[in-house]
């Protein structure tokens, strides 16, 4: 073979070999989609469907922020392998080690990761409310994602958050000053938002929904979810890491989730008032929502446990 021609074949395989990395990180990373809101600021957003093997339990939004000394990690992943996703794409912007994780809630995918990085000398924090729901509820939750994630639950143990706060508190770390603001039960039974008021940039967890639809649960309090999202009215964000979804607006993710909450919670009011059962929540007309992904599947559940909820007011 002659010189030129070895010379272009070797190219050639470095960079299908590239590209097959690139495509095996893609799928290890389960899709993430790392967007930069701020200098050293970022939001890592996962996919809209539910926990499965190839998505790592990583179907949510998660976000970093570099600091001189390190990077504090907002959500640590639903997996094991979830964990090194995102530590894998963190590390596509910067070298710096992973030295706090914040947990903005008691599902899953906030915090079973949280023992892969405190293995590595990192420190978790939350709030009380957020860490007693991550003790609650985290056996049950354990089985479940388990089943959703097959094979790539193996190594999976999960950790609740080692230190927690009961009250606003402001971490200073070289570079960068956040505030850890409890706001109470909201999709899960403790919700704890991070906050940069230096660049108005806001991690609200599961207290902001965008793009689909919010879940409320048995572990949800729709009522206590209301007064969580005025407290983010208050703080005025300029930028919201939602939940889900993509970094949003205040009038974006009022849109999707606070006048969703608060429309579902007046409507169901009215067949309460009427002496109505249960099932006929179902006749609400959510259509005004219909745009927002999942809505087939969740507005009717939704309704029924807002029902719920407001039968013991």
Not at 150 to 161: H, I, L, M, R, Y
Not at 301 to 313: G, I, K, L, P, T
């Amino acid at each position: 073979m002659k010189r030129n021609q070895y010379s272009v074949l070797k190219c050639a395989c470095i960079f299908l070999a590239s590209m097959l990395s690139f495509y095996v990180s893609m799928v290890k990373g389960s899709s993430l989609e790392v967007e930069q809101l701020a200098p050293n600021i970022y939001s890592v957003i996962g996919p809209l469907e539910q926990r499965s093997e190839l998505n790592l339990a990583n179907n949510a939004t998660f976000g970093f922020i570099i600091s001189e000394s390190g990077v504090i990690l907002i959500d640590s992943g639903g997996t094991l392998e979830g964990a090194k996703a995102l530590e894998e794409i963190i590390h596509t912007i910067t070298p710096k080690p992973i030295t706090h994780i914040i947990n903005t809630g008691g599902q899953d995918h906030r915090w079973f990761g949280n023992r892969y990085f405190t293995d590595k000398g990192a420190v978790t924090l939350t709030s009380t409310m957020t860490q007693a729901d991550q003790q609650q509820r985290g056996s049950l939750q354990a089985i479940s994602t388990a089943i959703l994630t097959g094979k790539n639950w193996s190594g999976t143990d999960p950790q609740a958050a080692q230190r927690a706060i009961s009250v606003d508190t402001t971490l200073d770390i070289p570079g960068i000053t956040l505030q850890i603001i409890p706001v109470g039960p909201a999709h899960t039974g403790g919700e704890t938002l991070v906050w940069l008021p230096q660049k108005k940039v806001l991690f609200s967890g599961d207290v902001v929904y965008v793009e689909r639809m919010l879940g409320i649960g048995s572990q949800s309090h729709h009522r206590e979810w209301i007064k969580a999202f005025e407290k983010i009215v208050e703080l005025n964000p300029d930028i919201i890491v939602p939940g889900h979804g993509h970094p949003t607006t205040l009038k974006i993710a009022t849109q999707d989730t606070y006048n969703y909450l608060t429309f579902l919670r007046n409507e169901v009011d009215k067949f309460l008032q009427a002496g109505e059962d249960i099932s006929s929540v179902n006749l609400i007309d959510q259509s005004r929502f219909s745009y927002l992904k999942v809505y087939e599947q969740i507005k009717n559940r939704n309704a029924q446990r807002v029902f719920e909820e407001m039968e013991w007011e």
